[in-house]
T-cell receptor, first 110, second 112 residues
Framework: GENVEQHPSTLSVQEGDSAVIKCTYSDSASNYFPWYKQELGKGPQLIIDIRSNVGEKKDQRIAVTLNKTAKHFSLHITETQPEDSAVYFC?????????FGAGTILRVKS | DAGVIQSPRHEVTEMGQEVTLRCKPISGHDYLFWYRQTMMRGLELLIYFNNNVPIDDSGMPEDRFSAKMPNASFSTLKIQPSEPRDSAVYFCASSSGTGRLFFGEGSRLTVL
């Protein structure tokens, strides 16, 4: 089955700096790669997603890149703000059955 | 629109007791998912439904776990009998088939 590895497990950045989180997946049949943000005591919330026919997608300060050949995708957050502090999860799958990474705790220091 | 609604938000029970978690998906969504989140295993898919029919239950840990979806607006996840290792946060999520999941706030289960 699909296996998703996520790095780093924790990331501390200064407010205004960029943050990058990386994931690798194992199943070459996977074609959908979302990113979720989870705040304390809440459910994960979709922040951006990308499908296998696209190499990059951007939404304001957030961007995701996908390299299907290498089977890895990354989340880029620019101009980080304290409210970006949360746990971020990548996921991979066929659109219905998603496998999640272990998560990255992002701390933005002001 | 209301999001995915789960109840109860917190449940504390004794080992051996029956636990029932409830979920109301977003109206119009025809996919419903049950996930379990623990520190050790992260977010695991337990089961998902399409049009009220279970499609994949390969993530259900064992026979003590069962899930039903009697209609498009309601689903339950039942654990009987419960064990301490079932302690976790259980999330329900729904989708319109695009793959984009909308999660509820979760039900935190503690089995003593």
């Amino acid at each position: 089955g699909e296996n998703v590895e996520q790095h780093p497990s924790t990331l501390s950045v200064q407010e205004g700096d960029s943050a990058v989180i990386k994931c690798t997946y194992s199943d070459s049949a996977s074609n959908y790669f979302p990113w979720y943000k989870q705040e304390l005591g809440k459910g994960p919330q979709l922040i951006i997603d990308i499908r296998s026919n696209v190499g990059e997608k951007k939404d304001q300060r957030i961007a995701v890149t996908l390299n299907k050949t290498a089977k890895h995708f990354s989340l880029h957050i620019t101009e980080t703000q304290p409210e970006d502090s949360a746990v971020y999860f990548c996921a991979s799958g066929d659109g219905n059955k998603l496998v999640f990474g272990a998560g990255t705790i992002l701390r933005v220091k002001s | 629109d209301a999001g995915v609604i789960q109840s109860p938000r917190h449940e504390v029970t004794e080992m051996g007791q029956e636990v029932t978690l409830r979920c109301k998906p977003i109206s119009g969504h025809d996919y419903l998912f049950w996930y379990r989140q623990t520190m050790m295993r992260g977010l695991e898919l337990l089961i998902y439904f399409n049009n009220n029919v279970p499609i994949d239950d390969s993530g259900m840990p064992e026979d003590r776990f069962s899930a039903k979806m009697p209609n498009a607006s309601f689903s339950t996840l039942k654990i009987q009998p419960s064990e301490p290792r079932d302690s976790a946060v259980y999330f329900c999520a729904s989708s319109s088939g695009t793959g984009r999941l909308f999660f509820g706030e979760g039900s935190r289960l503690t089995v003593l």
